[in-house]
């Protein structure tokens, strides 16, 4: 049973381009959480989603930042015009449609450095 | 506001020694505890969870943690660490019903041999 897939697992890109970062939950998974860990920071949530629908985008930054996951395919999280703030990890996590609702499995990130 | 502590932020020990790592929280209501560990260049992985029920939990690896509510704390527990037990812990919790944790700063734990 494959864990939580996320690529690509390190992602260079120059201020003012598009990142793309992909995750494909475990299977059996339709919620998806997405969380981001700045340098010597534990994690902080970002957004909440189910197929077709964002539950809780409490932790989403307002501007340039924009999650999805559709009916076919992986979440996408997708950050415009990157600054060098944007530089951390990005870690994905997924947690069962039923049964135990509420323990959240992890993907090994994406790693993002803006230059 | 909903907050958690880990007060150590980097631990050395030696292989064998005794391990205890501190984790407080923060909330309104009733919560889901737990501790996660990143091992070098890896994802995080659960060790171990308290939901309800017995206070004591025992995990993967040897873990075990203790819930005291009236210390709002959830310490992490080794008896007997070990080399392999090098990485980052962190400990996280989410209120009953929702879907978002709140995760502490973490800490490093080295051991050596």
């Known amino acids: 049973n494959a864990g939580v897939m996320q690529n690509p697992r390190h992602l260079v890109r120059r201020r003012g381009q598009e990142a793309r970062l992909r995750c494909s939950p475990m299977?059996?998974?339709?919620?998806v959480y997405w969380y981001r860990q700045l340098p010597e920071e534990g994690l902080k949530f970002m957004v909440y989603?189910?197929?077709?629908?964002?539950?809780?985008e409490s932790g989403m930054p307002k501007e340039r930042f924009s999650a999805e996951f559709p009916k076919e395919g992986p979440s996408i999280l997708r950050i415009q015009q990157v600054v060098r703030g944007d530089s951390a990890a990005y870690f994905c996590?997924?947690?069962?449609?039923?049964?135990?609702?509420?323990?959240?499995?992890f993907g090994p990130g994406t790693r993002l450095l803006v230059l | 506001a909903q907050s958690v502590s880990q007060h150590n932020h980097h631990v050395i020990l030696s292989e064998a020694a005794s391990l205890e790592l501190g984790c407080n929280y923060s909330?309104?209501?009733?919560?889901?505890l737990f501790w996660y560990v990143q091992y070098p260049g890896q994802h995080l992985q659960l060790l171990l969870k308290?939901?309800?029920?017995?206070?004591l939990v025992k995990g993967i690896k040897g873990f075990e943690a203790e819930f005291i509510k009236s210390k709002f704390s959830f310490n992490l527990r080794k008896p007997s660490v070990q080399w392999s037990d090098t990485a980052e812990y962190f400990c996280?919790?989410?209120?009953?019903?929702?879907?978002?944790?709140?995760f502490g700063t973490g800490t490093r734990l080295q051991v050596f041999p």
């Open positions: 996590a997924s947690s069962p449609s039923s049964g135990d609702r509420e323990t959240q499995y």
């Open positions: 308290y939901f309800s029920g017995d206070p």
């Open positions: 909330y309104g209501g009733t919560v889901n």
């Open positions: 299977k059996g998974h339709s919620h």
């Open positions: 996280a919790a989410g209120a009953v019903g929702t879907d978002k944790l709140i």
């Open positions: 989603l189910q197929k077709e629908n964002i539950i809780d």
